[in-house]
């Protein structure tokens, strides 16, 4: 097949910016106190830095221009999921039983196609990549199966690219809302996605190219799984043996995160299970 992709980071970005505008409650308050304590640390750490690193007028105008241009991209969400969402997650789910939760990232969309389990993920007729049966229960944290359970998936292409934010893909492609069954068991078929490069066109990419880094992330499924009177649990799923496990850029690998796949009998494509507990709620 051949698929005219052109993904720009202005493109990705604005796009990932938008939806956080339209999706996220950013009119969320935080208390005068809270962010006279958050702000003065922050700028503290950053003034320290310069301090510590004796920082030039040449460095600190590199970095005012390189600021500037991370609006202009739009990649202050790319950026925040990168290098701090880890952190946050880390400690919203220090407590946490059950699942390991992990970062959402900036490519998720509400409100995806709902689908009954067994499930195909919506995809193109020659959708490209190898067939993954991706399959398991969701349980409460006493291993009681819970029925009716909501999968919601979503990941890259073989190429790495995400519908709704890289162009020249339909709309909810491998992206899907799949209901498990009444035993809390769930499967879905797709393509197992690739390891994903965040943009490297636009002002985070010239961060990375500037500093040395690499810009991968090993390939993973995004899931977030719920029910009623449950905690939602937002995650990530890895494959074994990919070579960005141990150095992925986005810091968000746990080792309980880590599927292992194996060829299908009928030598159709792959497969693996993975169970979800989900923890009650408050
Ligand atoms: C980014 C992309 C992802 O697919 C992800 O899971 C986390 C972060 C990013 O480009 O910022
Ligand atoms: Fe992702």
């Known amino acids: 097949m051949s698929v005219e992709i052109t ?3 202005a493109a990705s970005g604005a796009n990932a910016t938008e939806r956080f505008r339209s999706d996220k409650s950013v009119a969320a308050e935080v208390g005068t106190e809270r962010v006279n304590a958050l702000a003065t640390r922050a700028i503290k750490a950053l003034a320290d830095t310069v301090m510590e690193e004796e920082v030039t007028y040449d ?3 590199a ?11 739009g990649e202050w969400p790319l950026f925040l999921d990168v290098w701090i969402e880890h952190a ?6 220090a407590d946490r039983e059950g699942s390991k939760g992990t970062i959402e990232g900036p490519y998720y969309v509400p409100g995806s196609p709902v689908l ?7 995809m193109r007729d020659d959708e490209p990549g190898t067939p993954l049966l991706f399959q398991g229960r969701v349980t409460d944290i006493n291993g009681e199966p819970i029925g009716g359970a909501q999968v919601e998936i979503w990941h890259a292409d073989d190429l790495g690219f995400y519908s709704q934010f890289a162009p020249g893909i339909p709309e909810w492609n491998l992206r899907g809302t799949v209901i498990a069954d009444s035993e809390g068991d769930y499967r879905i078929n797709t393509v197992q996605p690739a390891p994903y490069q965040i943009p490297t066109d636009g002002a985070c990419g010239e961060l990375i190219a500037s500093a040395g880094w690499h810009a991968w992330r090993p390939a993973h499924l995004h899931l977030k799984v719920s029910a009623p009177g449950h905690q939602l649990i937002t995650t990530q799923l890895y494959f074994t043996a990919d070579e960005h496990l141990s150095d992925d850029i986005a810091s968000a690998v746990k080792p309980e995160l880590v599927l292992q796949p194996e060829d299908k009998a009928d030598g159709t494509g792959r497969e693996v299970s993975y169970d979800f507990v989900l923890a009650s709620a408050g």
């Open 63 to 73: 970095l005012k221009s390189w600021l500037i241009r991370v609006g202009e991209d």
């Open 88 to 93: 946050v997650e880390e400690v919203a789910n």
């Open 7 to 9: 993904a720009t980071a």
């Open 116 to 122: 009954a389990t067994p499930a195909t993920l919506p």
């Open 59 to 61: 460095e600190y105008n």
